[in-house]
């Protein structure tokens, strides 16, 4: 019989529908992955699932009967769990109080002796019945960490794991420990609903795969029916090649930035790289790897980076954002909310922040000139021009990131442009959009240096790829010598490569 | 927000763009606050017009007066609250120092290099606290507390029995009429509001505040120099708030700290009953004059109602403790 049967779950947010029509079943034993781009769906259905939003329409069976949910506690006594993305342990408290947090099953005197055997039970499933129960959680590594949560899920007897993104901060090593530890809980007939963006543990792991786009359910498949190509087809919901727009091979008209021995602390050591007009250079590597502080370190955002970096041959100096700035380096971050967008301020505002001195007239601003240059700069990333007074905050993710990108165009000449995780919480158009925009800089003359964590995108996007491990480069790849599995070797076994 | 998942991409290679509604929900705290707004500025006209004797010559130009010292604070509070420093609990202690360096610094070299002194004085004490904010990094508001500390125990060496007069040959008579039917102070904080809202408007500086108080840290990001912004917005709230404190010692001929007693209180509850965001990045001049008015209006009212001074401080206090209730829903993200 299957575990749960959803039926025609809708979930709307003002007007945004969020999940429309979503059916799925699972059975005891099956590890179903819960594939699509942010937006898709992903998290309103697990929350659904868990009690934490009531569906507009449609039904959830759990062992054949159907229940309404009303709240997590009441999914937990059903015997569904949740691993959320970010860990939800108390750092000072115990394993096993962490372990029991939250729980309904524990009154307020409470026989010690049983909730500690049966934390010890639900470790020792995962392979991990020698731990000491009463250190703090914060003794522990984040995979560790992890798997002191799926053991929270257990001891409460879930008998439907949801596990959210719970490798997006795992190193390889303790990866592989929770893939085999879901691997062993499937044996013993768990179910697992496991959402997560690294293709590569999905046609690891998972028995099934669904499919979300914008909200609706696009396809159920067993996963050894399905390639890699097929899936992000599914995902996208247009053919893998279409998304990214050709590289235009333009003339060489040299290189834009050089940097020689760059070294961060703890980060980066070490590293060297040229960045040529007209090219996007892709930095490649895991989290941690420290490519995404190479980027910052260039942008003039890490005060103790050292290193001989040159803008068209004239040196640059690190550690201060205004001077960077002044010789043409831009940066955009990967933090959008926090370190991009000025969510008060106007749409054009945002569009011309950093540039309001050079749109003067006698040393005051000339409102005029903004906002025909702030109307030409919204058409050019295709942002609505009706909404250059509207608060930015107001905008979606992805027309947000767009301003970010309406800010490096018109610069009195084309300089060198950084971004870290430039599509980061985007929709699958925007992600077009911003690929085409990306396209546009280098065509004028840009020199585009970029990090991402996503390698379909690297292998998209990237004409120079330069793959990162713990803080060294490990190789330099052109054009046709990009592979996947290349990259992914460099930025996971980099002795191999090397060798 | 509505929004197509695919839009339309023409052959240009631009793309059209993507049509986004303002959700109604977002809308609702603003409305709500629009309302609260709305009778209470309908009950303070009418306890205003129907209390006796506030339509009276004497009474519109003491509320004037009033408006005049509480505003000019008040604007230069608004600069320092835009960029995201909350608020100076020092800026009150400046106006009494300011007014004591004015008197002292005229007695000793004149009329003229009074205001200079007391101008150079006020905006380099206010710089130097900027400074301190924008540079290190530090809290602005632990930093306002210590500066109100130091400007108390430095005049308190300065002025040993609390106020010091104005040299008997010293004529401030010039200073203290009207200029076109309304008092010179008036006069004087129409002109500070008219700058300010140049400063804010018109100059690249002035956008850089509004950008650091929006996300300082985004604000870092694109180049503004985030620490001269932050001790310009300082020193010009210093330069806006010496007016009071001169103004104060020309009208009694004579400065103590205790005429700056109160107004930074006055004045944040000026700056918020205008609708400056008090976290930041959002604000305007205008409105600061708008909230100084009604806070002038309130205090005159007190005073023709025979309410005594302890009244003023505790409805000032309900006036913050109201308006951030207010804001709060509105603007937590």
């Not at chain 1, 007009?277 to 050292?306: D, E, H, K």
Request: include cysteine.
């Amino acid at each position: 019989m299957d575990i749960l049967t959803v039926e025609g779950l809708s979930k709307s947010f003002g007007g945004v529908r969020a999940l429309r029509d979503v059916s799925l079943s699972l059975r005891a034993g099956e590890i179903r992955a819960i594939c699509g781009e942010n937006g898709a769906g992903k998290s309103t259905l697990v929350k659904s699932l868990m009690g934490i939003f009531t569906p507009d329409a449609g039904s959830i069976t759990i062992d054949g009967v159907r229940q309404t949910m009303r709240g997590p506690q009441h999914a937990q006594a059903l015997g569904l769990g949740l691993v959320a993305q970010e860990l939800s342990l108390a750092p000072r408290l115990s394993v096993l109080d962490n372990i029991w947090l939250g729980s309904s099953e524990v009154p307020v005197f409470h026989r010690r002796r049983a909730l500690r055997q049966r934390a010890r039970n639900a470790l020792e499933t995962l392979g991990a019945g020698d731990w000491d129960l009463d250190i703090p959680a914060s003794a522990l590594s984040i995979g560790q960490q992890q798997l002191v949560e799926i053991a929270r899920l257990l001891a409460r007897n879930a008998r439907l794991l949801i596990l959210d993104e719970p490798t997006a901060t795992l190193t390889d090593t303790e990866i592989a420990r929770i893939l085999d530890v879901l691997k062993t809980l499937k044996a013993r007939g768990h179910a697992v609903l496991y959402i997560s963006h690294r293709l590569g543990e999905v046609f690891d792991l998972c028995d099934t795969v669904t499919v979300l786009r914008n909200g609706e359910h696009v396809a159920t498949r067993p996963v050894h029916d399905m390639t890699r190509e097929r899936l992000i087809e599914l995902m996208l919901g247009r053919p893998f090649g279409e998304m990214y727009p050709a590289s235009a091979a333009g003339p060489d008209i040299g290189d834009a930035l050089v940097a020689d021995k760059l070294n961060v602390a703890g980060m980066v050591r070490d590293l060297s790289l040229v960045a040529p007009r007209g090219t996007i250079l892709c930095i490649a590597g895991q989290i941690g790897s420290g490519a995404n502080v190479v980027t910052r370190a260039l942008a003039g955002l890490v005060p103790g980076a050292t290193g001989r970096v040159s803008v068209d041959g004239k040196p640059l100096r690190l550690g201060s954002v205004p001077h960077c700035v002044e010789r043409g380096v831009l940066f955009l971050s990967e933090d959008r909310a926090a370190e991009g967008i000025f969510h008060q301020r106007s749409v054009l505002e945002n569009l011309l922040a950093g540039s309001f001195g050079a749109h003067t007239r006698f040393r005051m601003l000339d409102w005029l000139r903004l906002k025909r240059v702030g109307a030409r700069l919204a058409q050019r990333v295709a942002v609505d021009q009706r909404r250059l007074a509207a608060a930015a905050g107001k905008l979606s993710g992805g027309n947000q990131q767009k301003l970010l990108f309406g800010r490096a165009i018109e610069r009195p000449q084309p300089g060198v442009l950084l971004m870290n995780e430039p599509t980061r919480g985007i929709d699958v158009g925007a992600r077009a959009d911003i690929y085409r925009i990306m396209r546009e800089l280098c065509s004028l003359g840009y020199a585009l240096i970029m990090t991402t964590s996503d390698l379909e995108e690297v292998v998209g996007i990237a004409d120079i790829v330069v793959t990162m491990y713990r803080g060294r480069t490990v190789a330099r790849y052109e054009r046709q010598s990009i592979a996947m599995a290349r990259i992914l070797a460099d930025i996971t076994h980099p002795v191999q490569a090397a060798a | 927000m509505s929004q197509s998942a695919q839009p339309p991409i023409s052959d240009r290679g631009l793309v059209a763009p993507v049509q986004e509604g303002t959700s109604a929900r977002a809308d609702e705290p603003r409305n709500y606050v629009g309302i609260v707004r709305a009778v209470v500025l309908v009950v303070l006209a009418a306890v205003a017009l129907t209390t006796p004797g506030f339509l009276s010559q004497p009474s519109i130009l003491s509320l004037l007066t009033t408006v005049s010292f509480i505003g000019c604070v008040a604007v230069g509070m608004t600069l320092i609250t835009i960029s995201g420093n909350i608020m100076s609990f020092a800026l009150g202690a400046l106006v009494g120092a300011t007014a004591m360096v004015f008197i002292l610094a005229a007695n000793w070299g004149g009329f003229a290099f009074g205001l200079i002194a007391a101008l150079a004085f006020a905006g380099l004490t206010n710089a130097l606290q900027g400074f301190l904010i924008g540079w290190l990094r530090a809290n602005p508001i632990i930093v306002s507390i210590a500066a109100l500390a130091l400007i108390y125990g430095v005049a308190e060496a300065f002025a040993a029995h609390g106020t010091i007069y104005a040299a008997a040959g010293a004529n401030y008579g010039g200073f203290k009429g009207r200029v076109a039917g309304i008092p010179v102070e008036f006069a004087v904080f129409l002109c500070v509001t008219a700058l300010a809202q140049f400063i804010l408007s018109l100059t690249p500086f002035g956008r850089h505040l509004f950008l650091i108080g929006s996300s300082f840290r985004a604000a870092e990001a694109v180049g503004v120099r985030t620490w001269r912004a932050i001790t310009g917005a300082y020193l010009w709230a210093g330069l806006f708030t010496a007016p009071a404190g001169i103004m104060l010692a020309i009208r009694y001929d004579a400065a103590s700290m205790n005429y700056g007693i109160g107004y930074e209180y006055e004045a944040i509850a000026a700056v918020l009953v205008g609708g400056t965001v008090i976290k930041g990045g959002e604000g305007s001049v205008l409105r600061t004059l708008a909230g100084a008015i009604i806070i002038g209006v309130i205090q005159v009212v007190l005073v023709l109602q025979g309410l005594r001074t302890e009244w003023q401080y505790l409805i000032a206090g309900l006036i913050v403790l109201g308006v951030i209730a207010l804001q709060t829903p509105g603007t937590r993200d």
